[in-house]
């Protein structure tokens, strides 16, 4: 007989569904809606998530096992040596397009690198990593980067910062890093993108309306690019076959945007409210030019305060796989083809019963610690599936926190993280302000 994993029961795929799969849903999958995200962190909803899983692994131990989702049975994985399994089997046999998955990002990009298989995968995959220079640590235009987001944090000013503003100043970062200065004003794309990303929330399984006007948008770009953009880089690189290099562009614009600028907003409302680890990040940048590629990939600490802020809270809190065919894992248990593996980086991030620093801000982790060889943390996700940007993200977001934090004192207001208590699990980035 097949041996099977637990499996949880009824009620626990009740509470599954309710405090997790839905809160997720209602808050959008791919583009966040202002209000139910605001609800989620006051109830501190990540916090109740973190709980209901805590109890089940207590109760079922290291193994996989199943819950139900509404109406289907997943299985939830949350040891490392398992996460190292399924990850590292990315995209086959645990392929990255799970049913809600593709059929939401097909709303605003079906040809995209993270839904893709096969020998379509490999070529995209291909394509992005010498685009994004994957495989080098510093990208080839670095410098021009630099320079572009010492720009963009002038045009934010001296006063307080929110959260418009900041994700504002990103979008635009982002439009000038793929496309060039030609594109810094062009706000239309974005909300392009914004409306295409609402409609995939819905998940309906095709294009949506606008979808290729958008592509054409995009096209006007790459069709006259401007040199020292990404853009000039894709007219250099081969593009696979069957494959419009505007529809792999859109999962960087999205990236660069909303997920850099949520990830370094926190890291900006952590610093302030953490005196040693800024001063820390201080002592770095005195040694340093930031007004260069190499004075700015140099700075590592702020680097691991990114990474250690993307642990904290995730912007992606659960994603999944799905099984290509039968897997037999380590244990000997089957998965049968065609089921879908979770991961919830909300539990993993900061499984109290593994990670010594769970709920602190711990950026020395990342610097001289094994935080960047634990496959616990996947922000960025793992294997051969790791996102071929990461590299880049953080590169862009030591730029423009070290440019904020040049000669500034950050104030964080509208929460509290205390370095001596538990952080929490939610930070709402419609409620705070961060004064200069």
């Given at each position: 007989?097949?041996k099977?994993?637990?499996?949880?029961?009824?009620?626990?795929?009740?509470r599954?569904?309710?405090?997790?799969?839905v809160?997720?849903?209602?808050?959008?999958?791919?583009?966040?809606r202002?209000?139910p995200?605001r609800v989620?962190?006051?109830?501190?909803?990540?916090?109740?998530?973190?709980?209901?899983?805590?109890g089940?692994?207590r109760s079922?131990?290291?193994?996989?096992?199943y819950?139900?989702?509404?109406?289907?049975?997943?299985?939830l994985i949350?040891h490392?040596d398992?996460?190292?399994?399924?990850?590292?089997?990315s995209?086959d046999?645990?392929?990255s397009?799970?049913?809600?998955?593709?059929?939401?990002?097909?709303?605003f990009?079906?040809?995209?690198l993270?839904?893709?298989?096969g020998?379509?995968?490999?070529?995209?995959?291909?394509?992005?990593?010498?685009?994004?220079?994957t495989?080098?640590?510093?990208h080839?235009?670095?410098?021009?980067?630099?320079d572009?987001?010492?720009?963009?944090?002038?045009?934010?000013?001296?006063g307080?910062?929110?959260?418009?503003?900041?994700?504002?100043a990103f979008q635009?970062?982002?439009?000038?890093v793929?496309?060039?200065?030609?594109?810094?004003?062009d706000?239309?794309?974005?909300?392009?993108?914004?409306?295409?990303?609402s409609?995939?929330?819905?998940?309906?399984g095709?294009?949506?309306?606008?979808?290729?006007?958008?592509?054409?948008h995009?096209?006007?770009?790459?069709?006259?690019?401007?040199?020292?953009?990404?853009?000039?880089?894709?007219?250099?690189?081969?593009?696979?076959?069957?494959t419009?290099p505007?529809?792999?562009?859109?999962?960087?614009?999205?990236?660069?945007?909303?997920?850099?600028?949520?990830?370094?907003?926190?890291t900006?409302?952590?610093?302030?409210t953490?005196?040693?680890q800024l001063?820390?990040?201080?002592?770095e940048?005195?040694?340093?030019?930031?007004?260069?590629?190499?004075?700015?990939?140099?700075?590592?600490?702020?680097?691991?305060?990114?990474?250690?802020?993307?642990?904290?809270?995730p912007?992606?809190?659960?994603?999944?796989?799905?099984?290509t065919?039968?897997?037999?894992?380590?244990?000997?248990?089957?998965?049968?083809a065609?089921?879908?593996?979770?991961?919830?980086?909300?539990?993993?991030h900061?499984?109290?019963?593994?990670?010594?620093y769970?709920?602190k801000?711990?950026?020395?982790?990342w610097?001289?610690?094994?935080?960047s060889s634990?496959?616990?943390?996947?922000?960025?996700?793992?294997?051969?599936q790791?996102?071929?940007?990461?590299?880049?993200?953080?590169?862009?977001?030591?730029?423009?926190?070290?440019?904020?934090?040049?000669?500034?004192?950050?104030?964080l207001?509208g929460?509290?993280l205390?370095?001596?208590?538990?952080l929490?699990?939610?930070?709402?980035l419609?409620?705070?302000?961060?004064e200069?």
């Amino acid at each position: 007989m097949t041996k099977d994993f637990p499996h949880a029961s009824v009620l626990e795929g009740v509470r599954f569904t309710a405090q997790i799969g839905v809160p997720n849903v209602i808050q959008g999958l791919f583009n966040k809606r202002e209000l139910p995200s605001r609800v989620a962190s006051g109830v501190s909803a990540d916090f109740l998530g973190y709980k209901l899983i805590e109890g089940m692994v207590r109760s079922y131990g290291d193994t996989p096992f199943y819950v139900r989702v509404v109406a289907d049975e997943a299985l939830l994985i949350h040891h490392p040596d398992d996460l190292e399994f399924v990850l590292g089997g990315s995209p086959d046999p645990f392929a990255s397009d799970p049913e809600p998955k593709r059929k939401g990002m097909s709303a605003f990009q079906p040809d995209a690198l993270t839904i893709s298989r096969g020998d379509v995968w490999a070529a995209r995959r291909q394509f992005a990593e010498a685009v994004l220079d994957t495989d080098k640590p510093v990208h080839r235009l670095a410098q021009s980067f630099v320079d572009a987001a010492a720009q963009v944090v002038a045009g934010l000013g001296a006063g307080a910062l929110q959260w418009s503003e900041w994700n504002a100043a990103f979008q635009r970062l982002t439009r000038v890093v793929v496309f060039g200065s030609k594109a810094a004003d062009d706000t239309r794309l974005t909300e392009q993108l914004g409306e295409l990303m609402s409609a995939g929330n819905s998940m309906p399984g095709e294009p949506a309306a606008g979808y290729a006007e958008f592509i054409s948008h995009i096209e006007s770009y790459l069709h006259d690019p401007e040199a020292g953009s990404l853009a000039a880089l894709i007219a250099q690189t081969t593009c696979p076959v069957d494959t419009n290099p505007a529809t792999q562009v859109v999962h960087w614009l999205f990236a660069m945007g909303d997920t850099l600028a949520a990830n370094t907003f926190r890291t900006l409302a952590v610093l302030s409210t953490h005196p040693e680890q800024l001063n820390e990040v201080r002592a770095e940048m005195a040694r340093v030019d930031i007004s260069t590629a190499e004075g700015v990939a140099s700075l590592t600490y702020l680097g691991g305060c990114i990474l250690d802020t993307m642990r904290l809270w995730p912007t992606t809190g659960l994603f999944g796989r799905v099984s290509t065919r039968d897997i037999e894992f380590p244990s000997g248990a089957v998965l049968p083809a065609g089921k879908q593996v979770l991961i919830y980086n909300v539990f993993n991030h900061r499984n109290r019963a593994r990670i010594p620093y769970a709920d602190k801000f711990s950026p020395g982790e990342w610097v001289s610690g094994n935080a960047s060889s634990d496959w616990s943390y996947n922000f960025f996700s793992h294997g051969p599936q790791v996102c071929p940007g990461a590299g880049l993200s953080v590169f862009l977001g030591q730029a423009v926190l070290a440019h904020v934090l040049n000669d500034t004192t950050p104030v964080l207001r509208g929460a509290t993280l205390d370095p001596h208590k538990s952080l929490p699990h939610n930070v709402d980035l419609y409620g705070i302000t961060i004064e200069r």
